[in-house]
């Protein structure tokens, strides 16, 4: 079983287009985030979640909407896409708010905006 | 705002010698420190991490230590494997503990 589960791993889409990741982890965390990956690799916080509940609201455009159904589920929505979207989004878990125990990585979603 | 600064951006040795990669924090109320390993393709993983009442943690030939007065740590690899080429980042706890601030990664090259 993948801890953390993202889809899809690849999405290739117009500018201009909406479209969505899925994340779902089966770690039984209270606590999950969005980063980004630019293609310098920097690793930036976008989202984090706690029991449904938005916790980070990093600077990012509202063009992004995280949605989380319950504890083990955060989606991410985006509208209107950009070029400069295209990067690779990683969702992670961890226990409790405090992440003083470390992430556990999903594999990542690879976005590139035509 | 919170920090972390990561050096060096590349670092290349051969195969058998140690390589260190050293990072600073800015905010003195983070209190944990973890390493990622992140292969080419995949997800980063966590290798070690240290938290702030302790100043060194050893796991084979994986070290790290932590200087919390000059807010400085460091990942310590010894006897380095071509299978240790990575990008390795560091981390710290932000502020208010509700998430990780990374590096900017440091690419290994172990050449054999």
């Known amino acids: 079983d993948t801890a953390v589960s993202q889809t899809p791993k690849y999405l290739v889409t117009q500018m201009g287009n909406d479209k969505s990741i899925k994340c779902e982890q089966n770690l039984g965390h209270d606590t999950m985030y969005w980063y980004k990956q630019d293609s310098k690799k920097f690793l930036k916080i976008m989202f984090s979640y706690n029991n449904k509940e938005l916790i980070i609201n990093e600077t990012v455009p509202n063009r992004f909407s995280p949605k989380s159904p319950d504890k083990a589920h955060l989606n991410l929505h985006i509208n209107s896409l950009e070029l400069g979207d295209s990067a690779v989004y990683f969702c992670?878990?961890?226990?409790?708010?405090?992440?003083?125990?470390?992430?556990?990585f999903g594999s990542g979603t690879r976005l590139t905006v035509v | 705002g919170e920090n972390v600064e990561q050096h060096p951006s590349t670092l290349s040795v051969q195969e058998g010698d140690s390589a260190v990669i050293k990072c600073t924090y800015s905010?003195?109320?983070?209190?944990?420190f973890p390493w990622y390993k992140q292969e080419l393709g995949k997800r980063p993983q966590l290798i070690i991490d240290i938290r702030s009442n302790v100043g060194e943690k050893k796991d084979q030939r994986i070290a790290v230590t932590l200087n919390k007065t000059a807010k400085h740590f460091s990942l310590h690899i010894t006897e380095t494997q071509p299978e240790d080429s990575a990008v390795y980042f560091c981390?710290?706890?932000?502020?208010?503990?509700?998430?990780?601030?990374f590096g900017k990664g440091t690419t290994l090259s172990v050449s054999s």
């Open positions: 905010d003195s109320a983070s209190n944990y």
């Open positions: 992670a878990s961890s226990q409790e708010t405090a992440a003083n125990y470390g992430y556990t």
């Open positions: 981390a710290a706890t932000n502020q208010a503990g509700t998430a990780l601030i």
